[in-house]
């Protein structure tokens, strides 16, 4: 069980909008910074947005990071089947004194 | 940055998984943690621990006791041993670069550069 809760999986059509929400706690989210990260299946994980809203060089402006309070979400607009993979969030834990990933979003694009 | 994992594939119950972790293209003292990923077949991501090159080490709590990374940079490559493994090890295991910064609030991490991944089976 994660401590970093995510949705199994999300859907929309081509051209649509979806956001994937990561929902933590005060000592996770709350008072620390959230990455995000693609994995197509058979492959290494991608960072995709990293400081709760950055995007680093080479990923398009379709993707942004929110982060409020003890919840980010990730937002991918202008769908295309290409961005169907597997989309995770992480952060610190200062209870824990750790990283911790969200369980993981399967994105699927109708 | 490069990063490429290596070692056995296949490690027997009760023994110790061993892997290494090549960087190529930065510098282990650059300024980064460097630290270590798994996923079990069909599952999600799971961090394993992260280290400095000072030696200084994050891990996860429930692998504190089996776990160790190391790092040597003489060779610019960073290690991970894990005892007395089980089925429930049986991973792909990453190797990323890992910017930490615990000292500041809000803490700040992100991994940006990952190796392939190599599986490791736990199996008799």
């Known amino acids: 069980q994660s401590v970093l809760t995510q949705p199994p999986s999300v859907s929309a059509a081509p051209g649509q909008k979806v956001t994937i929400s990561c929902s933590g706690s005060s000592s996770s989210i709350g008072n620390n910074y959230v990455s995000w990260y693609r994995q197509v299946p058979g492959t290494a994980p991608k960072l995709l947005m990293y400081d709760n809203n950055k995007r680093p060089s080479g990923i398009p402006d379709r993707f942004s990071g929110s982060k409020s309070a003890t919840s980010a979400t990730l937002g991918i607009t202008g769908l295309q089947t290409g961005d169907e993979a597997d989309y995770y969030c992480v952060t610190w834990s200062s209870s824990l004194i750790s990283v911790v990933f969200g369980g993981g979003t399967k994105l699927t694009v109708l | 940055v490069q990063l490429q994992e290596s070692g056995p594939g296949l490690v027997k119950p009760s023994e110790t998984l061993s892997l290494t972790c090549g960087v190529s293209?930065?510098?282990?003292?650059?300024?980064?943690?460097w630290g270590w990923i798994r996923q079990p077949p069909g599952k999600g991501l799971e961090w394993i621990g992260s280290i400095y090159y000072t030696e200084s080490t994050y891990y996860k709590p429930s692998l504190r006791s089996r776990v160790t990374i190391s790092v040597d940079t003489s060779k610019n490559q960073f290690s991970l041993n894990l005892s007395s493994v089980t089925a429930a090890d049986t991973a792909i295991y990453y190797c990323?670069?890992?910017?930490?910064?615990?000292?500041?609030?809000?803490?700040?991490?992100?991994?940006?550069?990952w190796g392939p991944g190599t599986l490791v089976t736990v199996s008799s």
């Open positions: 990323a670069r890992h910017l930490l910064h615990v000292e500041m609030t809000p803490v700040r991490g992100y991994f940006d550069y």
């Open positions: 293209g930065f510098t282990l003292k650059g300024g980064y943690y």
